[in-house]
């Protein structure tokens, strides 16, 4: 932001001797003597304009007010180390004026629902207790919907998605964790979980269902696909494109290991 600031005011000012905003108040910046100022001076005032916008509150709230009420100038301090002064060439044209106060109150609305909401993040509230202990009902979080687009999916993330037709009957959302990706194989054992093979310490108590299901058949099968098997452990096996998720409330929650597994398409973001 300050290098932005010091080209915008280096270059623009040099070129129009005034800024945009000063442009729309009908001021301009001009030398003692009236001139347009140089290339240097614009410079100076471009660095001076960086330092004292980044103490912005200090300088307009507690020096200016001391300083520009006793300047036979009026000028504040910012104007005398940069060796300009402001004078006023015209009175603010209507309309400008009226779209820069439009642009002020409408343009953080657009940003934050044409951009941010839509794009970066969008908040939600907990329904259930599918995710205790780590959400409780009513509590809210927000998706970061940046975060997949910039990195892959991670082990033991808690993701927001729409859920798939099989998990609802209705257009919701769910928050659970991230425990299998495309290619994983996921089994759970006398109450233990296993990846890949392995075993994983899991953090919220013991499973008490089995998974895949003691008696899979033909319906199963068209759920979470074919049978695998481990170092001697029955498993499923994440398809591509697919994740598979749990809530930590892990005997109370309606996820993978009742209807099945999430298209990636269907993730709106990282909690």
């Known amino acids: 932001g300050s290098a932005f600031n010091l080209g915008y005011y280096t270059i623009w000012t040099a070129i129009n001797g005034q800024s945009w905003g000063k442009a729309l108040a009908g001021i301009q910046v001009v030398t ?3 001139a347009a100022p140089s290339w240097g001076r614009s410079f ?6 960086t330092v004292f916008m980044n103490l912005q509150n200090f300088v307009v709230g507690f020096v200016d007010p001391l300083v520009v009420p006793f300047h036979k100038q009026r000028r504040s301090v910012q104007v ?3 060796g300009t ?3 006023h060439v015209a009175p603010p044209r209507n309309r400008a004026l009226w779209v820069s106060i439009a642009a002020s109150v409408v343009g ?6 044409a951009l941010i909401r839509p794009l970066v993040l969008q908040a939600y509230y907990v329904p259930s207790e599918s995710m205790v202990p780590t959400l409780q009902i009513r509590d809210r979080l927000v998706a970061n919907r940046l975060t997949y687009r910039l990195r892959a999916f991670r ?10 037709p099989a998990a609802t009957t209705g257009k919701k959302d769910y928050v659970k964790r991230l425990i299998g990706l495309p290619g994983d194989t996921i089994a759970v054992q006398d109450g233990k979980r296993f990846r890949n093979g392995k075993w994983v310490d899991d953090p919220y108590g013991e499973i008490k269902y089995s998974f895949p299901p003691d008696f899979y058949d033909e319906g199963d099968r068209k759920v979470w696909g074919p049978l695998v098997t481990v170092k001697g452990i029955q498993c499923l096996r994440v398809p ?9 409330n892990r005997n109370n929650s309606n996820d993978s290991h009742a209807w099945g597994y999430v298209p990636i398409r269907n993730v709106i973001g990282k909690a």
């Open 240 to 248: 591509k494109g697919k994740l598979f998720v749990l809530g930590d």
């Open 32 to 34: 003692p003597a009236g």
């Open 80 to 82: 005398l180390v940069a």
């Open 155 to 164: 082990h033991d993330e808690v993701i927001l998605f729409r859920a798939p």
């Open 108 to 113: 953080p609305v657009v940003l934050v629902f």
């Open 85 to 87: 002064r402001v004078i």
């Open 44 to 49: 100076v005032r471009a660095a001076t304009d």
